[in-house]
């Protein structure tokens, strides 16, 4: 069964700062997709970033990057030049393996609270 | 960019009646979408899956009995909790996969009550 575990439940960095949120996970897989989604207030799921397994490369969304290290499982976010509207919660998301039939099934880590203070 | 509509937002209903979410993609078809329900500061929690043309799936302990799914078309699927009571008050938000790609989009969720 695949897990993902994030061990931070809360995380505060400061405005213009860098904060980095963890995530481990689990899978048996080689190929597949892994996930940062953002919470913010209003609850709408938004996408942050998209890392493929099979890329050695670590994904970047402007301020945001990923280290992503497919032996350790891990798959840390990084947030660069921190604004307030960044503040959320934070899920990181494994889909299942790349074709599976049970692709899609969204597996979520138990999310992180990012606070951000001007 | 793709998006999923959630109805209502927000609903207050009394215990033991009926209520029912719908979920649709405005601008996709999704032969697939798929129901979680959560719980105030904590992760989502997968409940079904809505399949166009046949029967949801449920994940284990999930009362297939309370939780009716029906995915009447390829744009729509919608969730009846019967008999509501208190303990079923959560937020309850549908995703579907966007073809050819794979991220889910996410509905607004819809928050919902029991009196």
Same mark, same amino acid.
């Given at each position: 069964?695949?897990?993902?575990?994030?061990?931070?439940? $809360?995380? =505060?960095?400061?405005?213009? $700062?860098?904060?980095?949120? =963890?995530?481990? #996970?689990?899978? =048996?897989?080689?190929? +597949? +997709?892994?996930?940062? +989604?953002?919470?913010?207030? =209003?609850?709408?799921?938004?996408?942050?970033?998209?890392? $493929?397994? +099979?890329?050695?490369?670590?994904?970047?969304?402007?301020?945001?990057?990923?280290?992503?290290?497919?032996?350790?499982?891990?798959?840390?976010?990084?947030?660069?030049?921190?604004?307030?509207?960044?503040?959320?919660?934070?899920?990181?998301? #494994?889909?299942?393996?790349?074709?599976?039939?049970? #692709?899609?099934?969204?597996?979520?880590?138990?999310?992180?609270?990012?606070?951000?203070?001007? | 960019?793709?998006?999923?509509?959630?109805?209502?937002?927000?609903?207050?209903?009394?215990?033991?009646?009926?209520?029912?979410?719908?979920? !649709?993609?405005?601008d996709f078809q999704a032969t697939t979408m798929f129901w979680y329900r959560q719980?105030? /500061?904590?992760?989502?929690?997968?409940?079904?899956?809505?399949?166009?043309?046949? /029967?949801?799936? &449920?994940?284990?302990?999930?009362? /297939?009995? /309370?939780?009716?799914?029906n995915h009447a078309s390829l744009t729509l699927s919608t969730l009846t909790v019967?008999?509501?009571?208190?303990?079923?008050?959560?937020? &309850?938000?549908?995703?579907?996969?966007?073809?050819?790609? &794979?991220?889910? &989009?996410?509905?607004?969720?819809? !928050?919902?009550?029991?009196?």
């Amino acid at each position: 069964a695949q897990t993902v575990t994030q061990s931070q439940p $809360e995380m =505060s960095v400061q405005e213009a $700062e860098t904060v980095t949120l =963890s995530c481990t #996970y689990d899978t =048996s897989e080689s190929d +597949y +997709y892994l996930f940062w +989604y953002k919470q913010p207030p =209003s609850r709408q799921m938004i996408l942050v970033i998209r890392q $493929e397994a +099979y890329k050695q490369q670590n994904a970047t969304e402007n301020r945001f990057s990923v280290n992503f290290q497919k032996a350790a499982k891990s798959f840390s976010l990084k947030i660069s030049d921190s604004q307030l509207g960044d503040a959320a919660m934070y899920f990181c998301a #494994y889909p299942g393996n790349a074709g599976g039939t049970s #692709y899609g099934k969204l597996t979520f880590g138990q999310g992180t609270i990012l606070t951000v203070h001007p | 960019g793709a998006v999923v509509s959630q109805h209502p937002s927000w609903v207050i209903c009394k215990s033991g009646t009926s209520v029912k979410i719908e979920c !649709r993609s405005l601008d996709f078809q999704a032969t697939t979408m798929f129901w979680y329900r959560q719980f105030p /500061k904590q992760s989502l929690m997968l409940m079904a899956t809505s399949n166009e043309g046949s /029967k949801a799936t &449920y994940e284990q302990g999930v009362e /297939k009995d /309370k939780f009716l799914i029906n995915h009447a078309s390829l744009t729509l699927s919608t969730l009846t909790v019967t008999s509501a009571h208190p303990e079923d008050s959560s937020f &309850y938000i549908c995703s579907a996969p966007g073809q050819g790609t &794979y991220e889910q &989009y996410f509905g607004p969720g819809t !928050r919902l009550t029991v009196t």
